[in-house]
């Protein structure tokens, strides 16, 4: 998650759920495994145009706010493999659209990252793939 104070995140997060309820999420965790685990990833990523501009932890890290803002974790998860997939299949949909001279081909997330899209998507997935990154999907549910 690239929010620099994420114990304020968190306390909007649990001051807005009731109790037992449960807040689901998708994030983007700094490397542990794979020869690029510890390593800085490699920038503009599509939240950071910089190292600068990023504020990543590691999983235990994310798990550890968590705990401390009131939280249970219920399912964690490692989608790092899956999220690599998803990438590669996206970007084969998207060159088959543009090869085929389909409109739909237009609307990708070009439009949401602007021309360094394509870079930014790369090194997400190169990332990804060498363990500079980590991809997790969890639920944490409010204590109490």
Request: hydrophobic fraction near 45%.
């Amino acid at each position: 998650m690239n929010v620099a104070d994420k114990a304020g995140w968190l306390a909007c997060v649990h001051r807005h759920l009731a109790p037992r309820g449960r807040y689901a999420f998708h994030e983007v965790f700094a490397g542990e495994r794979g020869s690029g685990a510890g390593q800085e990833p490699l920038y503009p990523v599509p939240w950071a145009a910089t190292a600068a501009d990023s504020h990543l932890v590691t999983a235990p890290q994310w798990c550890a706010a968590l705990a401390a803002g009131g939280f249970v974790l219920r399912h964690w998860e490692d989608v790092t493999d899956l999220t690599v997939r998803w990438l590669d299949e996206a970007l084969t949909t998207q060159k088959a659209l543009a090869a085929a001279g389909d409109p739909a081909a237009a609307l990708s997330v070009r439009l949401l990252l602007g021309p360094e899209a394509g870079r930014m998507s790369r090194n997400l997935r190169g990332n990804l793939a060498e363990g500079r990154l980590q991809a997790f999907m969890g639920v944490a549910e409010r204590a109490g």
